[in-house]
């Protein structure tokens, strides 16, 4: 049985990023709708598939899933357009919603997303997410390795992140710590630019619910011809470090004495990397679809990151502590 899958947007990201594993597949056939329809047809012409005329349209064919990839600055306002024909599935690029955009993420973007994930439960429809950083090599043989050795309690996450990466550090961070607690955070007063956008340090100290503590800073600060990200999570037994894109991942086995490091194969770009996991976030979706098992990556995950960056304004702003669960409820 072949997967009907609508794309709604079909700007860079969906023709970069999705459509050219999507076009692969023998058992997906693809639809699209995009508010400047040339865009739609573009697409239809050099990937397959027809662009339909509205929203409408699009979904009165039942599609199996509809991949929400427009600008997160609409992603809001087309998710609920959606949301009313009551879709099986809606995946969703991430952020889940950023109305100002990715750089910008508002107390009131926290608001919007847990509204979209009420109506999409109310109306029984399966909720997932990109975050393409969990299937990079590296987070992936790290998750191994934490299966396979007896590391313990988690007891603190260290992190230095390029905003090109904030909101996929951050899901990391709930991915190998779990849910976060409490948040106290501070801004710089310097300016950077980072594209159009004007940005501030900010550094977060942070508890996770287990009661591990962490801190995260956020920059425009580092080259692109550095590593973009490092994330450090020391646990009672060892520790291990993950770095960019590409980057080596260091792990410390207090067991043994061991000092390890698992690097790529030399001459692999972080842009073949970046480009592989969405193949395999992908893939990891359509397989759920095809075997009708729970998204690798739910949409709950969309909202926990939102959640944190608006305790992270909130910190900032009034100058104190933010409990997530008291002041930003996912339910």
């Not at 199996?64 to 809001?76: I, Q």
């Not at 007896?150 to 961070?173: E, M, N, P, R």
């Not at 980057?247 to 030399?266: I, K």
Request: glycine share 8%.
């Amino acid at each position: 049985m072949n997967i009907k899958v609508a794309i709604v947007g079909t700007g860079n990201v969906a023709r970069n990023n999705y459509l050219p594993f999507l076009a692969q597949q023998e058992d997906v056939e693809l639809s699209y709708y995009n508010r400047t329809r040339e865009k739609a047809e573009a697409c239809a012409a050099a990937f397959g598939g027809w662009a339909a005329d509205s929203i409408d349209q699009l979904m009165g064919e039942q599609p199996d899933t509809v991949l929400l990839l427009t600008s997160e600055m609409v992603r809001y306002e087309m998710a609920r357009e959606v949301l009313r024909h009551q879709p099986k599935r809606i995946f969703f690029e991430k952020p889940l919603v950023a109305q100002q955009d990715q750089a910008h993420v508002t107390e009131d973007d926290f608001e919007k997303g847990r509204e979209i994930l009420r109506q999409a439960r109310a109306g029984g429809t399966e909720t997932a997410m990109v975050f393409n950083y969990r299937f990079f090599d590296q987070t992936l043989k790290a998750r191994k390795l934490l299966s396979e050795r007896q590391f313990g309690k988690l007891i603190q996450v260290t992190g230095f992140v390029h905003y090109a990466c904030w909101s996929h550090s951050i899901d990391l961070i709930h991915l190998f710590a779990g849910p976060v607690a409490e948040i106290t955070a501070l801004s710089g007063s310097a300016e950077y630019r980072w594209g159009n956008n004007v940005a501030h340090d900010v550094t977060a100290a942070f508890m996770t619910a287990d009661g591990a503590t962490g801190t995260i800073l956020g920059t425009t600060g580092p080259s692109f011809a550095f590593p973009l990200f490092e994330l450090l999570f020391s646990f009672e037994g060892g520790r291990f470090t993950v770095r960019s894109l590409d980057g080596d991942m260091e792990v410390l086995d207090y067991s043994g004495n061991h000092h390890e490091v698992f690097s790529l194969t030399r001459g692999t770009s972080q842009w073949d990397q970046y480009r592989r996991s969405f193949e395999k976030s992908l893939d990891a979706y359509l397989q759920s679809i095809r075997n009708r098992t729970a998204p690798p990556v739910p949409g709950m995950a969309g909202l926990q990151e939102l959640q944190f960056e608006a305790a992270l304004k909130r910190s900032i702003r009034l100058r104190r502590p933010v409990n997530l669960s008291d002041e930003f409820p996912l339910d």
